[in-house]
């Protein structure tokens, strides 16, 4: 069965430092991976997705998550932190059978001035 | 006009009660979703349809049930509200992509619910 974890239930970091949230997966097919943010009161909003082709996957907001599949991650990151960077981030991965998507239990990201 | 919304947006109600999370989505999507999160468990799903006929249990559905009354609209009930259904309750509607492969999903703003 398909599971994702996220490594770190909180994370802090200086405005301007790299962004680094880690997301392990498991999976018995190639997977369908996803990012997504959540920010206060608000929904969840997809950062960006790996579903085939190229490894490095560009999102919105300047950040990027990389395919590995013999590490089996998908670590995103960022190279300099902003403020408005501060939310809540989820990975997640395709059920393989299309019809759900399985979410990690979230990353807190901190941002300091 | 967002693309899901969802009514009401925080609700405070008693054991006991019954209460209705209604959910509308203008994306023309088949497929719609409710999820449930609580604090450092992520999103678990409870039901989900793939269209008005078509309604399928999630992975802690117990003490839920749905309704898909359009294609349009989804809405979640809980006949006898308890406190640990405590919770931030999400609305989403998936884009899916050749090969049947579950892929971006739209989410609602949210409903708060306590049950005191």
């Known amino acids: 069965a398909q599971s994702v974890t996220q490594l770190g239930s909180h994370v802090s970091v200086s405005e301007g430092a790299l962004v680094l949230l880690r997301c392990n997966y498991s999976?018995?097919?190639?997977?369908?991976l996803f990012w997504y943010v959540q920010y206060p009161n608000q929904g969840l909003q997809l950062l960006l997705k790996y579903t085939t082709g190229a490894t490095l996957v560009k999102g919105i907001n300047g950040f990027e998550a990389e395919f590995k599949k013999s590490e089996t991650s998908f670590h995103l990151t960022k190279p300099s932190a902003h403020m408005s960077d501060a939310a809540e981030y989820f990975c997640a991965v395709d059920n393989q059978a299309g019809t759900a998507l399985i979410f990690g239990k979230g990353t807190t990201l901190s941002v300091s001035s | 006009d967002a693309d899901v919304t969802q009514t009401p947006r925080n609700r405070i109600t008693k054991t006991g009660k019954r209460i209705m999370l209604e959910c509308s989505q203008t994306?023309?999507?088949?497929?719609m979703y409710w999820y449930r999160q609580d604090p450092g468990l992520g999103l678990q799903l409870i039901y989900y349809?793939?269209?008005?006929?078509?309604?399928n249990k999630g992975e802690i559905s117990d003490g839920y049930s749905v309704s898909r009354q359009a294609q349009a609209k989804f809405s979640l009930s809980l006949e006898s509200a308890i406190p640990n259904q405590t919770a931030l309750y999400f609305c989403?509607?998936?884009?899916?992509?050749?090969?049947?492969?579950?892929?971006?999903?739209?989410f609602g703003p949210g409903t708060r619910l306590t049950v005191l």
């Open positions: 999976s018995s097919v190639p997977p369908y």
């Open positions: 349809s793939f269209d008005v006929k078509d309604i």
């Open positions: 989403a509607t998936p884009a899916r992509v050749a090969g049947g492969m579950a892929d971006t999903q739209y």
């Open positions: 994306k023309g999507h088949d497929r």
